[in-house]
């Protein structure tokens, strides 16, 4: 694969003495992403700026470019991004240059497409996905693509929203390869992620998979994320992870034997994650993160049987009005998320687990000078008012210093469970880290979903 960049006007913009000729992009994965622009000025601009956005439209990322004279009118302005950016990341991008009077210039708008050279990729299209692979027969293609057609349908329906921007879908056939593509902070344990935002997808399929059924589980799991997100985009707050990875194993799986016997069998042992523990990223070690995504999609099958899949598509769809989880779970079930979990949690006889987390320090004894004298600022009041409770406290029997190590005193109250930030960040982004801190870079993480595992042994 070749970079893929095209100038959307080509011709050179002028205004008093400046004029620039068309910028170019060189976007390759594993080099920096690099751009220039040649200038020409009877004055020496203060300085030139790159301007950057997602085609997605939004705020603009803005870089001092390093600007060197050619000689007589001319430079060259030249930007080079050192962090880590996906496969398939397009950027609007162009040049500005500001004059010493404080005026500005705009040269022309131009795209760049990053580019995994590393392979001979071939590309089949359907109605919406595009398939990019290297391993493999076209048999093999098609039936990825067909699956992935036949998903997006599937999930369209039952949210009731329509997909028509293309999508594409890049199939790895080795899991250090699929790793270099996504990039520094890629979770283990990963078979694939779906980005809400720039809308690609990477998927690995070792050839010893190629004719198995993990192509049709990898496939609609990660086409449904995407139907997902079009069905709650907002500007708010985004459905917590549980939901969205429940849902997505609902349609691409069901909840097999397997998973309900994990869920069943980690409530009877105590194990259980409460659902308002899984609203953001899962847990890293292989059999939490395995019991996270069949607690989810067992929260999903239970919601259905209980409240009908119409009520499902509800909660779902009123995200989009950026409600909060207990606004959207009072507006499907009657009650909030806490009461929804509890019911859950009931259903495999598990009661709501106390939180982990840390605590205040124990009281620690008092210097033999610090009495409760009248008028000592220092002294513990009698009668206080007991935290939380709006009534005065009895006071101590005993007026002596607590021992050393003593526990005595009030516990902390359990803090309040907190539901899933808006990603802005999939991701997402919760969201995949890119390496290197520049502006462009930044800009590439909003909206990345981080999703799916690899299921071996589940």
Do not use: K
């Not at 010493?100 to 071939?122: K, M, Q």
């Not at 989880?325 to 009657?334: L, P, R, S, V, Y």
């Amino acid at each position: 694969m070749t970079l893929l960049a095209g100038v959307l006007a080509a011709t050179p913009v002028r205004a008093a003495d400046v004029s620039f000729e068309a910028p170019s992009a060189v976007a390759r994965l594993g080099e920096p992403l690099e751009f220039r622009t040649t200038l020409r000025s009877d004055v020496a601009p203060d300085r030139v700026e790159l301007l950057s956005s997602l085609p997605t439209g939004g705020a603009s990322s803005v870089e001092i470019a390093e600007l060197s004279e050619r000689g007589g009118d001319s430079y060259e302005a030249s930007v080079a991004e050192t962090g880590h950016a996906v496969p398939n990341t397009t950027l609007r991008y162009r040049f500005r240059a500001v004059m010493p009077d404080g005026t500005s210039v705009l040269g022309p708008e131009a795209t760049a497409t990053v580019v995994d050279p590393s392979f001979e990729w071939r590309t089949l299209e359907g109605s919406i996905v595009r398939l990019h692979w290297y391993e493999g027969d076209e048999g093999f293609a098609r039936r990825a693509l067909e699956i992935g057609e036949s998903a997006i349908a599937r999930a369209s329906e039952l949210l009731g929203v329509a997909e028509t921007e293309p999508l594409d879908f890049f199939i790895y056939a080795s899991e250090p390869a699929m790793r270099a593509a996504l990039g520094p902070g890629t979770r283990e344990n990963v078979g694939g992620q779906a980005n809400a935002s720039l809308r690609p997808m990477f998927g690995l399929i070792e050839p010893s998979d190629i004719g198995s059924d993990w192509v049709d589980v990898l496939v609609e799991h990660e086409l449904t994320h995407l139907v997902f997100d079009t069905a709650v985009r907002n500007a708010y707050h985004d459905p917590p992870r549980w939901l969205n990875e429940g849902v997505a194993v609902y349609l691409s799986e069901g909840l097999s034997l397997g998973d309900s016997s994990s869920v069943r069998a980690a409530a009877e042992r105590g194990a259980i994650i409460p659902l308002d523990a899984l609203g953001g990223l899962f847990p890293t070690t292989r059999d939490r993160f395995n019991l996270a995504y069949a607690e989810s999609v067992s929260a999903v099958s239970f919601f259905i049987e209980t409240y009908g899949e119409d009520r499902l598509v509800e909660l779902i769809r009123s995200y989009a009005g950026g409600v909060t989880d207990d606004e959207a779970f009072t507006i499907a079930t009657g009650a909030d998320l806490a009461a929804f979990d509890e019911a859950w949690l009931a259903s495999l006889g598990a009661e709501v687990p106390p939180p982990f987390g840390p605590r205040p320090a124990p009281p620690g004894p008092l210097p033999p000078d610090w009495t409760a004298g009248t008028g000592d600022p220092v002294a513990a009041p009698t009668g206080s008012v007991s935290p939380g409770s709006g009534e005065p406290a009895e006071p101590a029997e005993s007026s002596e210093p607590a021992e050393p190590g003593s526990t005595s005193g009030p516990r902390p109250r359990p803090s309040p469970s907190q539901g899933a930030g808006a990603c802005g960040g999939n991701s997402d982004v919760r969201p995949l880290l890119l390496a290197g801190g520049s502006a462009v870079v930044g800009l590439l993480i909003v909206g990345l979903l981080f999703v799916s595992r690899r299921r071996r042994g589940v």
